[in-house]
C-alpha cells in the first residue's frame, strides 16, 4: 500500500510538472515561419510581444499574435469586425497597435465605400487585445485620395502627429509621397495640414514609385530617423533609411544613398519596417520578408538585430567585412549630414 501510494503521489508531482509545459504549447502552438503575416508590428507590453498585421484577421477587419519568446504564437485573435454600419469593406492593411496615455490605440488602414479610396483610420481599446472601437470619423487621412500606412509619432513636445503614405494609385503622375500632419490629443483629427516631405523616386538605391510602411526613431543622440519600403536598384521590395535635417517630424529628410535592407544571394526581399526593443532589451527591427506568396513561399514576419550608433542605426552583421563597408558608407554620410547642418546654420543666421 505504502509503494501503491509513493508511485501515485510521483504520478501526480509528475502530472504538475507536465502540465503546464503542455498548456505552454497549446497557447503558442505556431512558429515563426508557419504564420503568414505582411507588415508586421510588434508591440511590447507587460512581458509579452503583440503582433498586428495584414493577413492576421480571420476574415474582414483586423487580428494580432501573442507570444512570449518572438519564435512561437498564439492562435490569430480577432480585435475588430466591422458591423453593417461600418464604412470600410475591404483593403483592411497593415494595423499598428500604439500604447498612447494610457490606452492602446490602433492606425490602420481600409477601403471606404462612401468614397472609394484607402485610408488610415484610428480605433480605441483598453486592452491590447481588444476588442477596438473607431474613433475618428472615417479616415483620419484626406478622404479624397487613397492614404496607407499611417504610423505615429510623438514628438519631444508631447505633440502627435501621422506620418502616412500619399499612394501612388492618387498621384497624377504615379510617383508616391509620404507625408506629416499634427494629429489631435485624442488622435482623432488633424489639426494641421498634411505636408509632404519626400517623394519615392530619385533617390540613389531606389527604382520603384512606392513609399510603403514609414516608421519613425530617435536615436540615443537624437538624431530622427525614418525606415521606409521602396523597390531597390539591385532587385525586390526593400528598406531605406532617412534623416531629419533638423531633429523634426516635418523638417527636410536626407536620404541614406544606400537600402538598409535588401535582397542579396543570401538573403530574401522584404520591408514595411518598424523598429521595437525585445524583453532582454535588444533594439530589434522587423518586417515581412519575403514581399510575394506562391506555393513554396509566404510572407512572414522577420526579426533582425540592429544597433543604434547614435547617429544612425545600422543592422548587427556577423561578417566582418560587411560591417566594416556599413561603417565607412555611414562615415561618409556622416560628413555629408554634418556639412547639411552647417549650412542651415548659416542660412538661419542670415535670415536672422
Not at 191 to 202: G, T
Not at 327 to 352: T, W
Request: overall charge negative; charged content about 25%.
Amino acid at each position: 500500500m505504502k509503494k501503491f501510494l509513493a508511485v501515485l503521489l510521483s504520478l501526480i508531482v509528475f502530472a504538475g510538472c507536465f502540465v503546464p509545459c503542455v498548456a505552454a504549447k497549446q497557447d503558442y502552438p505556431t512558429k515563426t515561419e508557419d504564420l503568414r503575416i505582411r507588415d508586421p508590428f510588434v508591440l511590447v507590453y507587460e512581458g509579452k510581444y503583440y503582433m498586428y498585421g495584414t493577413c492576421l484577421s480571420q476574415g474582414e477587419g483586423y487580428g494580432c499574435v501573442v507570444s512570449e519568446d518572438l519564435e512561437n504564437w498564439s492562435e490569430k485573435i480577432q480585435i475588430f469586425s466591422p458591423d453593417e454600419s461600418f464604412d470600410g469593406y475591404c483593403d483592411f492593411w497593415a494595423p499598428e497597435c500604439h500604447y498612447y496615455n494610457g490606452a492602446f490605440y490602433l492606425f490602420a488602414t481600409y477601403r471606404s465605400r462612401a468614397s472609394e479610396k484607402r485610408g488610415t483610420a484610428v480605433f480605441k481599446s483598453e486592452s491590447p487585445m481588444g476588442p477596438f472601437e473607431l474613433i475618428s470619423d472615417g479616415h483620419v487621412t484626406p478622404k479624397n485620395t487613397d492614404c496607407i500606412d499611417g504610423t505615429l509619432y510623438v514628438d519631444e513636445e508631447g505633440q502627435p502627429w501621422m506620418v502616412f503614405v500619399n499612394e501612388w494609385t492618387s498621384s497624377p503622375d504615379e510617383i508616391g509621397e509620404m507625408s506629416v500632419a499634427k494629429l489631435s490629443d485624442d488622435l482623432t483629427h488633424f489639426i494641421s495640414e498634411p505636408k509632404m516631405i519626400f517623394r519615392a523616386n530619385k533617390h540613389i538605391w531606389t527604382k520603384g514609385n512606392i513609399t510603403d510602411g514609414p516608421f519613425v526613431y530617435k536615436t540615443s543622440k537624437g538624431k530622427l530617423i525614418m525606415l521606409w519600403s521602396n523597390a531597390a536598384r539591385s532587385g525586390g521590395y526593400a528598406v531605406g533609411m532617412a534623416v531629419s535635417d533638423n531633429g523634426k517630424i516635418d523638417g527636410n529628410w536626407l536620404q541614406h544613398p544606400k537600402a538598409f535592407y535588401k535582397q542579396t544571394k543570401n538573403q530574401l526581399d522584404g520591408g514595411h519596417p518598424m523598429i521595437f526593443e525585445t524583453l532582454d532589451g535588444q533594439l530589434m527591427m522587423s518586417i515581412h520578408s519575403p514581399n510575394g506568396y506562391s506555393e513554396e513561399l509566404f510572407e512572414t514576419a522577420k526579426f533582425i538585430p540592429i544597433e543604434d550608433t547614435g547617429s544612425f542605426i545600422e543592422i548587427d552583421k556577423k561578417e566582418f567585412l560587411g560591417c566594416v563597408t556599413d561603417r565607412i558608407s555611414n562615415g561618409f554620410y556622416n560628413i555629408y549630414f554634418f556639412l547639411v547642418e552647417i549650412l542651415n546654420d548659416i542660412y538661419r543666421f542670415i535670415s536672422f
